[in-house]
């Protein structure tokens, strides 16, 4: 059983950035496709992002498209988030979780499972 654990979150100000990380234990991540999902207060969780297992393909929702990055380091069994341009709307509880079905489909969180504990990112001035 994977167990993934968030870190990175933090208050930054508008046009900040920040790095997230989603360490793995109890498994490997090689062979998981990781997504990044976030909930702000009084929102449905929604996808972000998702690295693929087998080719290392990412997939983005538009909001995020050109300002975000997800990538992973198998040799420290990590995936990465890196946030550029930041803005207040991006303000949410950051998870990572598994991939199920490996098809990347962010908008169906339940084919998503060991999620993280999440990790605040507060964007303000």
């Known amino acids: 059983q994977v167990h993934l654990v968030e870190s990175g979150g933090g208050l930054v100000q508008p046009g900040g950035s920040l790095r997230l990380s989603c360490a793995a234990s109890g498994d490997t991540l090689d062979y998981y496709t990781i997504a990044w999902f976030r909930q702000a207060p009084g929102k449905e969780r929604e996808g972000v992002s998702c690295i693929s297992s087998s080719d290392g393909n990412a997939y983005y929702i538009n909001s995020v498209r050109g300002r975000f990055t997800i990538s992973r380091d198998n040799a420290k069994n990590t995936v990465y988030l890196q946030m550029d341009s930041l803005r207040p709307e991006d303000s949410a509880v950051y998870y990572c979780?598994?991939?199920?079905?490996?098809?990347?489909?962010?908008?169906?969180?339940?084919?998503?499972?060991?999620w993280g504990q999440g990790t605040q990112v507060t964007v303000s001035s």
């Open positions: 979780a598994r991939d199920l079905t490996g098809g990347c489909w962010l908008h169906v969180p339940r084919n998503f499972d060991s």
